[in-house]
Nanobody, 115 residues
């Protein structure tokens, strides 16, 4: 059974930072585009950022240079560094691993931005 193990969520004040991590197996990580999605209460799940197996990245417009996605190919882990967090960033953040043959999801980690 494929697992995506997420960590790093929590509560932070506006303007603060968090780093999310998502680890998986070598066989999944090496061929997957890894991404972070988020889902706020009452809203649809939306793409936050994506990184391909060879490094190119894509970001949602609302990131506005505040978030950075990266991958450590030695640790089979993808990261999402989130800076300048705002209340509207409050959501459950999900890790995703996607290839031609599969689409796997993590269990989600809560991020709450509040004063």
């Amino acid at each position: 059974q494929v697992q995506l193990v997420e960590s790093g969520g929590g509560s932070v004040q506006p303007g603060g930072s968090l780093r999310l991590s998502c680890a998986t197996s070598a066989s999944v990580f090496s061929i997957s585009a890894m991404a972070w999605y988020r889902q706020a209460p009452g809203k649809q799940r939306e793409l936050v950022a994506l990184i391909t197996p060879y490094g190119p990245t894509r970001y949602a417009d609302f990131v506005r240079g505040r978030f950075t996605i990266s991958r450590d190919n030695a640790k089979y882990t993808v990261y999402l560094q989130m800076n300048s967090l705002a209340p509207e960033d409050t959501a459950i953040y999900y890790c995703n691993a996607h290839s031609v043959n599969f689409d796997y999801w993590g269990q989600g980690t809560q991020v709450t931005v509040s004063s």
